[in-house]
């Protein structure tokens, strides 16, 4: 199990480093930031987390506001050597305790990249597809991002 804590300033240069391999491996973001540690902290933040095995960090998660009661998750990620080992499934549950302390109702966007692990955990972790939007900006690897809700 993972220890998921708040993430720290000096957690953002490692996590630079495990989103660039992620990026690598599985395309993820589809584009990548200009800025990346700026990328890491939304705008409208909520709070963002990290996920620590052993003393090393191996996972990130960001939740952000979405409208006067809604809550995004966002910049979901896993080490690559770290995956199939139920952190990011962790993560997703803490954004669920967390939207939930912060009284807003939770969902997440993801783009349908083929063979997307992420939609799988999602899928697996029982939340529900809502909707799909074309998008004009995932070139050749994606074409919708497609909504999710938790489970109730």
Not at 15 to 37: Q, S, T
Not at 97 to 111: D, H, N, P, Y
Not at 138 to 149: K, M, P, Q, T, V
């Amino acid at each position: 199990m993972a220890e998921i804590r708040e993430r720290a300033d000096a957690d953002v240069a490692t996590c630079v480093e495990l989103l660039r391999d992620v990026h690598d491996l599985a395309g993820y973001p589809v584009n990548w930031p200009a800025d990346p540690r700026q990328w890491l902290t939304p705008v409208e933040g909520l709070g963002c987390w990290v996920a620590e095995v052993d003393g090393r960090v191996v996972g990130h998660v960001a939740l952000t506001a979405d409208g006067p009661d809604g809550a995004q998750v966002e910049r979901l990620f896993v080490d690559p050597k770290a995956t199939r080992a139920g952190v990011g499934r962790q993560l997703l549950a803490h954004c669920v305790t967390m939207a939930a302390q912060f009284g807003r109702r939770l969902s997440l966007e993801v783009v349908d990249q083929p063979g997307a692990a992420a939609i799988a955990l999602y899928r697996r972790a029982g939340w529900r597809e809502t909707g799909r939007t074309p998008i004009d900006w995932g070139g050749d690897r994606a074409s919708h991002l497609l909504h999710f809700e938790p489970p109730e």
